[in-house]
């Protein structure tokens, strides 16, 4: 059967949502690494990877079953939703892309006040730095954070300011995660594409006479 089929369409969009599966549990996974190894003691982090990583499983799961079966209200919602995320990861992506230094030091900012004390003492350990940024604006919480900083650099009096060392890798690591943003959210936009293509479809082993 050509591609564009019934067939093709439905080994396309069950392909799609293996692919999202996987992804969904290496999110999973790398999540439940990182704490069992120590690398990330922040509930929070943890708990929010895990939450994408079902959601983007659950998703998958929905459509996958939806695709096997042909069946119509679950493919309705995978559509519709997929679509909403298309939306959200479009926006972000676009925003990581366009983000200036100064942009990038508010969310830093932002991102460092919501940090609990112990994830931001393993930062300043994994980094070997101390502190966020020196700025005028945040010059208490800098005082604060050098104080509590465990890092081995303070005893040589050699620090460099964690926000320092972040800002230097920032612009090459959003250009990254928006470009892969970017990507993820185009092969969303297939999805969706693929679920309308293959929920208006006939099945050519149903019954002629069943509605459609």
Not at 128 to 152: I, K, M, T, V
């Amino acid at each position: 059967m050509v591609c564009g089929g019934f067939t093709c369409s439905k080994n396309a969009l069950c392909s799609l949502n293996v692919v999202y599966m996987l992804v969904g549990l290496l999110l999973i996974g790398v999540a439940a690494w990182g704490k069992g190894f120590g690398l990330v003691s922040s509930i929070h982090i943890i708990g929010g990877v895990i939450a994408v990583g079902f959601f983007l499983l659950l998703i998958a799961i929905v459509g996958l079953i939806g695709a096997i079966h042909h069946h119509q209200v679950m493919l309705f919602f995978y559509m519709v939703i997929l679509f909403i995320v298309f939306l959200f990861q479009f926006g972000v992506s676009c925003s990581c892309l366009a983000m200036n230094r100064g942009q990038q030091e508010t969310l830093l900012n932002s991102a460092w006040g919501m940090l609990e004390n112990k994830t931001k003492t393993d930062l300043e350990v994994q980094l070997n730095c101390c502190g966020l940024l020196n700025g005028n604006d945040s010059r208490a919480e800098f005082e604060q954070d050098l104080q509590n900083c465990p890092a081995l650099c303070k005893k040589k009096n050699l620090c460099f300011s964690c926000g320092d060392k972040m800002l230097n890798h920032a612009t090459e690591a959003l250009k990254i995660l928006g470009g892969v943003g970017l990507f993820f959210s185009f092969t969303e936009i297939l999805g969706v594409w693929l679920a309308v293509r293959y929920r208006n479809q006939k099945d050519p082993r149903a019954n002629p006479s069943a509605f459609l």
